[in-house]
Nanobody, 123 residues
Framework: QVQLVESGGGLVQAGGSLRLSCVVS????????MGWFRRPPGKEREFVAV????????YYPDSVKGRFTISRDNAGNTVYLQMNSLKPEDTAVYYC????????????????WGQGTQVTVSS
């Protein structure tokens, strides 16, 4: 049973930074493409970032490009999301996700999900 557990969320002022972590257990971590998504209040789930199995390739939407960085520690089974220059519109529940083979932004194609961690950015 694959489990993903996020941590690192919280309350931060606009312009500040947070780093989210997601620990993967129950399977061979290196087998998965890893992604981050978010659900802002009253909105649909949004794609935030994705990283390839060995970390050589990443992809971001324009809304976070240049501010957010996804990385992975394959030895430690952990994927990170470094969030800088945070804005109030980044307020959301952030989810970590794992895919057996899909690399992209479609959340429907990810196979495993964490429970989410709340990020709140005050103005």
């Amino acid at each position: 049973q694959v489990q993903l557990v996020e941590s690192g969320g919280g309350l931060v002022q606009a312009g500040g930074s947070l780093r989210l972590s997601c620990v993967v257990s129950g399977s061979t971590y290196i087998s998965y493409v890893m992604g981050w998504f978010r659900r802002p209040p009253g909105k649909e789930r949004e794609f935030v970032a994705v990283i390839s199995r060995r970390g050589g390739t990443t992809y971001y939407p324009d809304s976070v490009k240049g501010r957010f960085t996804i990385s992975r520690d394959n030895a430690g089974n952990t994927v990170y999301l470094q969030m800088n220059s945070l804005k109030p519109e980044d307020t959301a529940v952030y989810y970590c996700a794992a895919s057996n083979s899909y690399y992209g932004s479609d959340y429907l194609r990810y196979d495993y999900w964490g429970q989410g961690t709340q990020v709140t950015v005050s103005s």
